[in-house]
């Protein structure tokens, strides 16, 4: 009877090894809704869980793989204990996805520091950056931390909260750099953070009382289409049909106009992300294509095309400028397409559009935001946004490039970096060893966004293409960029390991 026994259990363990060794995908979505002490997000944040999990279910995520806690969370502990139960069992070949959605406040202390606050319309918390990693450290594999809140860049050390400047950001006072700055997600290359905001920036949100999914934040919007919940897979750059974190993060500087999303990995063009496999929610537009999203200001044309899904939509669009270091919501230009035969409503298909701006001089030069909107009777729908720059035909524009000169333990700290150019450009920004050979490509033809100073900050961990901790030695960050008619280039030297 025993042996009998022993085979079943013999069976059943052989029959289950592909099982265990085929990698798995789970996902925690937390969103706070009702806060004792700041105002609450309502129904923001329960379209963004909709969308998000939406996503991730199309990307045949088993449903008891995904866990929401939609306004339930107030505490460390429930928290800790939502994390234990969605990702028991995980092992090193999974990837865990934890989503939270908050309010992200500064400390009225001294320190200054940014936290991610808690709440359950009761009970209030403040969650550290060091308190958020202390809960995801010990689960096994691959994980993917992504904060959907203001000022939440300033969590992984990228950016400057309006308030003041936190321990290890980048500044503009004296030589305009702290050290090297350590986060306590550095040290773990297997911890993956993508952000909404920087340390600077507020997160925003779209509202609509007819919106089907509720109001969403903008950043889980172009997530969500990015990871393909309309069916095309929008952060898919070079058409593989698989989406990397790098690709997602490329995609969202350029989707997301409002605040600049941030990405802390050491193998972010490895980590491939769960995508749907097909439409799971439909809205009147989709599959839109951009052109060149920086314009010349003697040919300040945009070319781009979307599908009509459905007959007798209308479509509208609205340009934001950013003017005096903040977007310009209230003066917004808003206007309707012409629609097929002038009739101000187009017929279900592919549509290709060109838009010109208006009253562009030679010499003008900025940032503006384009949003378009489908309306269906009295439904009004975002359906899709992006960065626009237009760069000037003359100019005496400089590109510079400032860096802190040591990173001591590469790997574990990371060195800031500022390219500094007063016009809008695409920047390419590399790291090069001692003889010359790539070590690691920063920045690929990445266009500048409007930000104080006129400074792209980016961010070197001391790790090689391949996430591994470079040698003692001698580096170049050099940065390049076309300015008009002219190939800008800048350097700035690093020394990595302590006493070289």
Not at 65 to 80: F, V, Y
Not at 141 to 146: S, T, W
Not at 258 to 283: F, K, N
Request: charge should be negative; aromatic fraction near 8%; include cysteine.
């Amino acid at each position: 009877m025993r042996r009998i026994k022993w085979l079943i259990m013999l069976m059943l363990f052989l029959s289950s090894v592909p099982a265990l060794a085929q990698a798995k995908t789970r996902a925690l979505l937390v969103a706070c809704s009702e806060f004792v002490t700041q105002p609450d997000l309502g129904s923001a944040i329960s379209g963004n869980l909709h969308m998000i999990g939406s996503a991730l279910i199309s990307a045949n995520l088993r449903l008891n793989d995904l866990s929401i806690e939609d306004g339930t969370i107030g505490t460390q502990q429930q928290l800790k204990t939502a994390v234990d139960d969605a990702f028991t069992g995980a092992d090193e070949n999974d990837l865990s996805i934890l989503y939270l959605c908050t309010h992200g406040i500064i400390s009225s202390s001294d320190d200054e520091q940014v936290y991610l606050l808690l709440g359950d319309g009761q009970t209030e918390t403040p969650l550290s950056s060091r308190q958020l990693y202390e809960l995801i450290a010990d689960i096994q594999g691959e994980k993917l931390l992504i904060l959907d809140a203001c000022f939440s860049g300033a969590l992984i050390g990228r950016g400057t909260p309006e308030r003041g400047r936190l321990p290890g950001s980048i500044h503009t006072a004296n030589s305009g750099y702290d050290a090297s700055y350590a986060s306590p997600f550095l040290a773990d290359p297997s911890i993956h953070v993508i952000t909404s905001a920087d340390g600077y920036e507020s997160s925003w949100y779209y509202d609509s009382e007819n919106l089907s999914t509720g109001a969403v934040s903008y950043f889980a919007s172009a997530l969500s289409s990015g990871l393909g919940l309309y069916g095309s897979l929008e952060a898919d750059l070079n058409g593989d049909g698989k989406v990397t974190l790098e690709e997602m993060q490329r995609y969202l500087s350029i989707a997301v106009p409002s605040s600049s999303s941030q990405l802390l990995s050491s193998g972010a063009d490895s980590l491939e992300l769960p995508v749907a496999q097909g439409a799971i929610l439909s809205r009147p537009l989709s599959s839109f294509s951009y052109g060149t999203s920086l314009l010349m200001a003697d040919d300040p044309t945009f070319d781009f095309s979307f599908t009509v899904t459905r007959d007798g939509t209308a479509v509208q669009y609205r340009l934001i400028d950013f003017n005096n270091g903040r977007w310009d919501w209230e003066n917004a230009t808003t206007f309707l397409d012409d629609g097929d035969d002038g009739t101000s409503v187009l017929s279900a298909g592919r549509k290709t559009r060109s838009l010109t701006l208006d009253d562009v001089s030679l010499e003008d030069s900025g940032y503006l935001m384009l949003q378009v909107f489908s309306v269906s009777g009295s439904e009004v729908i975002l359906c899709s946004e992006r960065l626009l720059a237009v760069q000037p035909v003359l100019s005496d524009a400089l590109l510079t490039v400032v860096a802190g000169d040591t990173i001591a333990q590469p790997g574990t700290e990371e060195l800031p970096i500022a390219v500094r150019l007063s016009v809008p450009a695409e920047i390419t920004v590399s790291v090069f060893d001692g003889e010359g050979a790539l070590v690691r490509r920063l920045a690929s033809s990445q266009l500048t966004r409007p930000t104080p100073g006129n400074v792209a900050h980016l961010y070197w961990d001391g790790r090689d293409a391949e996430g591994n901790p470079v040698a003692q030695g001698q580096y170049t960050i050099a940065a390049e960029a076309w300015v008009g008619f002219s190939r800008q280039k800048a350097t700035a030297g690093v020394t990595v390991g302590a006493g070289v």
